[in-house]
């Protein structure tokens, strides 16, 4: 019989949890409750009092349910609203990434930090978690044949085929040169693990990077240093152009030429009289100003110069985004300009800037990029000899 793990609150959630055992036996699937109560007998707790009740309760669970994932459990499955639902994320997340995790949430919180870097399953449960009602028996119901399905993986949590990878971060506005360098590295039967930079995705990318996922690194993308020291949604991420260090990687400049922000309806004077555009209904790209280009061309030769594996950069001159080319919302030459002589003046010596006269989405910059991958990879693997 499926065994899966139920974390929730017992304190205030023990006719769910009991409701979402019973649909789980229904189908064949033995479910075993793990408390995450406060435990504080009653008493009502705020401030750094509650903040610590609620690590000490994740703490006093977490060696159990981390051994039960790599023992006999198939899934992880929680029950939270405000409160416990933080204190299953922090015991969800530090499990291995791909793990099966669900958790059942009022969704209290912003869930694109919660799921950053790992793989949960949120299931909204639109009605508060008080006391069973039509709407949440549905919900709950849904959720035991969510999990049901989610058993009959075999690998509980490993990569369904381990295979040499490199890792590639993207965004819509360098989706061309992304899809181009795919497509070539496939041809030369490497696999490829894309990774959306917009504040987000750069978290799950550096996770797979620390953890060994890639043989080698394209950050074709480093727009979310915009986002971490400009402006923009982002979640923290430390080691975002650290993780992976000693891998052979390359560097352009894709995205950094504007910043992401929301809709064009929120934002500041400041952003809205510079040139910018709609991405979509949510998101307005802004184009960066001169001196924020010197200083995130700054910044992004710091990060390279920290690398210990070998590297080297590319800047396209005929445009970093799409719509930074002749004709193009953003289009400003003098922008790539100064990141490339800004690139030349803070790179150590050791790290080679090639400049393409091309458009980063262009078949020269691509073929640029596989040819120098190799170069670096011949280069990492003749140290090692």
Partial sequence: MAQVLLLATLDTKADEAGFLVDRLQELGIQARIIDISLQTGGAVLAGPDKRAAMDAAAKAVLTDVSDAATQDAEVVVAIGGGTGGEIALSVLRAL???????????????????????????????????????????????????????????????????????????????????????????????????????????????????????????????????????????????????????????????????????????????????????????????????????????????????????????????????HDRPGGAIEDAALREICRDTLRASLQESVPLITVEDHISAPSVTETITHTLSQLIAQKDAVHV
């Fill in 96 to 322: 291995p990434i791909t793990f099966p995790k669900v958790l059942v949430t009022t969704l209290p919180f912003d869930p694109r930090v919660a799921v950053a870097d790992n793989s949960i399953v949120l299931v909204p449960t639109l009605a508060d978690i008080s006391g069973l009602n039509a709407m949440l028996r549905d919900v709950l119901e849904n959720t035991a044949l969510m999990v049901a399905g989610l058993c009959q993986k075999s690998r509980k949590g490993e990569l369904t085929d381990i295979r040499p990878s490199v890792g590639i971060t993207a965004l819509g506005a360098t989706d061309g040169a992304v899809k181009a360098l795919v497509k070539a590295l496939r041809a030369t039967d490497r696999e490829s693990t894309v990774f959306h930079s917009n504040g987000y995705g750069g978290a799950a990318f550096a996770r797979f990077a620390s953890q060994g996922a890639f043989d080698a690194i394209i950050d074709l993308t480093p727009h979310e240093l915009t986002r971490l020291h400009i402006a923009g949604a982002h979640v923290d991420m430390p080691d975002r152009f650290t993780a992976g260090s000693d891998l052979p990687r390359i560097v352009l400049p894709g995205a950094l030429n504007f910043i992401g922000l929301g809709e064009k309806t929120t934002l500041s004077h400041q952003h809205v009289t510079r040139q910018h555009y709609e991405h979509s209904g949510f998101f307005t790209h802004v184009k960066v100003s001169e001196e924020e280009m010197h200083m995130l061309a700054t910044t992004l030769a710091a990060t390279v110069n920290a690398l210990s594996g070998p590297c080297a950069v590319i800047v396209p001159m005929g445009g970093f985004s799409h």
